[in-house]
């Protein structure tokens, strides 16, 4: 005899007559293989569906034991009691998919055994994974609509009716008030941003979507609007463009164009075109001139960013113009003036220009102009220029040009307050608005009691490890971007507070004198009572 393992994974003893222990014999020693059937015998599984397998073998089935294989592989947990003749698949999956074996095998003799024929089993697609489609726009702001959409396909050679979508967050199961599939947040808040999947349960299978990362950005989006050419001044005639940007992304806007009102947007007007972000006016017209603004909104409750800062625009019928960019400027911003004149009797080569500002003749390009790459608030005033000809002044023009501070703000907080504890920790931190849109590298210098810090590192923040009586003072802050653009804060004193036993001495020494002449003045009043009964009491006597 030979031990060895056969191709279902069984070792047995193999006798020189081993055609019973062979699963491709359909008959041994008068006993018929064991009969393998499937309940339901007919029709597709699906996910979900139980499916029973019943091994069935010649003559009393209680001498039998039964064995289970799946893809020629052993399922172990068949061999342990009880042994049954049914081997139940619930709920089936995909994983089921497979060729069934059964082995029954004598109990009083386990070298006898015989194997069923097989059994496929195809185990359908009840539904697809589902899939979430994120927002149109990612992230969303601060009460803006979002809607995320389950998305899934039914398979339709089995009919399902008990459908239940679920939407999760960060694991915790939300409540929908939506058509089924959709999860809608109407105002969009801080909290609302996380990780989201969907979930589809049905016929027993729950299947989830990959996740989606929500971001929610706190605020209100800002536009910008920008002209181009970028003159305040133009002739009739010119063709302008205005451009509006909104802050972020830029997806799904629609864009709204106001002019001298932010009450009522306006329509398509003769010579204009709208084309979504740009307005553009081919023919400049006088009634072109006034105060342009847009707004950009999304989504179908039409959430609205803000609107942008004016554009001014000035069509003139007058000669000569001054042009110049949107007032007011701010420190840091490029300052182009140039001169234009308009006479169709004089040729452009022979126009020459003088340039001036408060009387102060101004140097100057032909064909740029006056140029100042970084204006400061000494920039500001009233400019002027001349346009000749020959020696004859075509005509002359002004603009009074406005420079406003880089910094709006400067706010220097200390924390924990202004009254430390000694021992505890500070810390200073500078905070600033600004007057434009542009973001160039800030320094930071802190100063206390108006020398500068020698440990100021040039960040927002100071700190202070450990206050104490060396450290107190008056504290302050100053920024600086570009040269010569600079603001300081407001002074913030910080001191050492007094521990409250110390506040209570302090009390104590305050009122102690007072305590003092109270406590004598009783005591030499009650002296002068006692002494006068003693008289009293001699005289008595």
């Known amino acids: 005899m030979l031990s060895v393992t056969d191709s279902y994974g069984q070792t047995d003893m193999v006798r020189q007559n081993c055609e019973r222990e062979r699963p491709d014999i ?17 029709g597709d599984a699906f996910e979900g569906d139980t ?29 342990t009691p009880p042994i ?7 709920p089936a999956s995909l994983s089921d998919n497979g060729e069934y074996r059964c082995l029954a095998r004598r109990k009083d003799d386990r070298t006898t055994h015989y194997y069923s024929t097989s059994i496929g089993l195809q185990v359908s697609e009840l539904f697809t994974r589902p899939s979430m489609t994120a927002p149109l726009w990612n992230p969303v702001w601060e009460r803006e609509s979002f809607t995320l959409q389950c998305q899934v396909q039914l398979n339709n050679r089995r009919k399902v009716t008990d459908i239940r979508y679920l ?62 050419p970028p003159w305040g001044e133009m002739f009739v005639g010119e063709r302008v463009s205005l451009t509006c940007l909104v802050e972020g992304d830029s997806a799904g806007w629609k864009y709204f164009w ?22 553009t006016i081919s023919a400049a017209a006088v009634s072109h001139s006034g105060e342009y603004w847009c707004r950009a909104a999304r989504g179908a409750a039409y959430f609205h960013s803000d609107y942008s800062k004016a554009a001014r625009l000035k069509v003139s019928d007058a000669s000569v113009i001054l042009q110049t960019p949107p007032q007011p400027l701010t420190e840091g911003d490029k300052l182009t003036l140039l001169c234009r004149a308009r006479d169709t009797k004089v040729d452009p080569k022979h126009i020459t220009f ?7 003749t101004l140097e100057f390009q032909p064909s740029t102009g006056v140029t100042i790459p970084a204006v400061m608030k000494k920039d500001a005033g009233l400019y002027k220029c001349f346009a000749y000809s020959k020696g004859r002044v075509l005509g002359e023009s002004e603009v009074e040009v406005s420079v406003r501070n880089f910094f709006a703000r400067v706010t220097l907080t200390a924390s924990p307050g202004p009254a430390v504890m000694e021992g505890e920790p500070v810390n200073l ?34 700190f202070i490890t450990a206050m104490n009586k060396t450290h107190t003072g008056r504290y302050s802050c100053t920024v600086e971007t570009w040269p010569g653009i600079r603001k300081q804060s407001a002074a913030v004193k910080i001191e050492l507070a007094n521990p409250w036993w110390r506040s209570i001495a302090i009390e104590v020494a305050r009122w102690t004198p007072f305590l003092i002449l109270l406590a004598a003045l009783a005591l030499f009043k009650c002296r002068n009572h006692r002494n006068a009964e003693e008289t009293h009491r001699t005289n008595t006597l």
């Open 26 to 42: 359909a008959s041994t020693e008068g006993h018929q293989r064991p009969v393998l059937s499937r309940i339901p015998p007919e």
């Open 51 to 79: 499916v029973t397998l019943v091994c069935q073998v010649e003559g009393n089935p209680e001498e039998w034991e039964y064995l289970w294989y799946k893809d020629r592989i052993l399922d172990r947990k068949t061999e």
């Open 84 to 90: 049954n003749t049914s081997y139940i698949i619930s």
């Open 167 to 228: 939407f999760i967050k960060d694991g915790k199961e939300l409540e929908s008030a939506g058509p089924p599939g959709n999860y809608t947040t109407p105002a969009a808040r801080a909290e609302d941003a996380g990780r989201y999947e969907c979930q589809l349960e049905a016929g027993g299978v729950r299947k989830a979507s990959d996740s989606v990362q929500v971001n929610v950005r706190a605020g209100v989006p800002r536009t910008t609007l920008t002209a181009e």
């Open 258 to 279: 106001y002019k001298d009102s932010q009450t009522t947007h306006l329509p398509q007007p003769e010579n204009s075109s709208d084309t979504g972000a740009r307005y």
């Open 354 to 360: 003088e340039y001036y500002k408060n009387s102060e």
């Open 429 to 462: 931190t500078c905070e600033v608005e600004r007057n434009t849109y542009l973001s160039p590298p800030v320094n930071y210098t802190f100063l206390r009691d108006g020398a500068p810090l020698a440990a100021s590192s040039g960040t927002a923040q100071y």
